[in-house]
């Protein structure tokens, strides 16, 4: 069943669930809440309940150097819905870290929420949505997000990501463990919350190493500034893109063991240039 995989969020699937019984879809929400608390997958899990197709969702993550939503976002996600659904059903944009937007891209995203086409949702997630446009949330129906605790398992699955020595021989031990779970149920949220983890780590790295932001695995941050002084920033970039574009496929419904071959085997690729290098 939809939602059945959102854990600990009761109150926000039960808004969710509401809207999609009764047919009251805002024409755009806002996320908000801790980071780790499942917003994104809640969101894919909205899209897929107003039955979505793959190729009605796309998926906008903050770019450049400073992870910013510039007004090429904008410009990609005016293009996208400006097309019809081929299926005639729902056309769904979710937007990560909304609160990364410059000044233009806020603007012009404004402007597209205040005439939205029909059957077009926008879900913009954020932890900081004080960081928005006021005008942009007064356009948006909030659902707030719990912190979430973290089960053992889990736990334990981070502290072995985060401290996992990245050499080229080691990187495609992850990926043996993530076909070693037979748990056929949770194996794709297995997937989604391991590529964050990946994510969280290249992130914290960069921001180290470019001096920028704020490290989220704080209880990590000695063992990833060591980090930090390994590895160049083109293969921070590479691994960071790799990891969106996996992401990103495995939220479309991407048969997950090719994705999962290709981002391990770009990853491996990155990290023997970065020794080289260094």
């Not at 109150?11 to 608390?37: D, H």
């Not at 949220?189 to 490290?215: C, M, N, Q, S, Y």
Request: aromatic share 8%; charged share 25%; proline share 4%.
């Amino acid at each position: 069943m939809i939602f059945n995989d959102i854990v600990g969020q009761e109150f926000a699937v039960k808004i969710l669930k509401r809207a999609v019984e009764t047919g009251k879809i805002a024409g755009s929400y806002l996320f908000w809440g801790p980071e780790g608390a499942g917003k994104k997958r809640t969101a894919l899990s909205f899209a897929r309940a107003l039955d979505c197709e793959k190729s009605d969702l796309i998926i906008l993550e903050p770019r450049g150097p400073v992870r910013r939503h510039h007004i090429g976002t904008i410009r990609e996600m005016q293009d996208f819905v400006s097309l019809r659904s081929l299926y005639g059903g729902w056309k769904v944009v979710v937007m990560g870290e909304a609160h990364r937007m410059t000044e233009e891209a806020a603007a012009s995203l404004l402007k597209i929420l205040e005439e939205p086409p029909a059957k077009t949702l926008f879900i913009l997630v954020s932890s900081r949505p004080e960081n928005l446009f006021k005008t942009i949330l007064s356009r948006c129906q909030a659902v707030r997000f719990s912190p979430q605790p973290l089960p053992p398992e889990t736990r334990a699955w981070r502290k072995e990501i985060l401290n996992w020595k990245f050499v080229p021989d080691n990187i495609f031990q992850i990926s043996q463990k993530i076909a070693d779970n037979k748990d056929a149920d949770n194996k794709q949220v297995f997937i989604i919350d391991t590529l964050h983890l990946l994510f969280t780590r290249f992130r914290d790295v960069l921001f180290i190493k470019e001096g920028v932001g704020e490290v989220l695995n704080k209880d990590y941050e000695k063992e990833l500034r060591n980090q930090a002084g390994t590895m160049s920033l083109a293969a921070l970039w590479g691994m960071l893109q790799a990891i969106i574009q996996a992401q990103i496929e495995i939220c479309r419904q991407v048969n997950s063991r090719l994705v999962l071959d290709t981002l391990f085997l770009t990853l491996a690729k990155t990290c023997k240039r970065n020794v080289r290098n260094n």
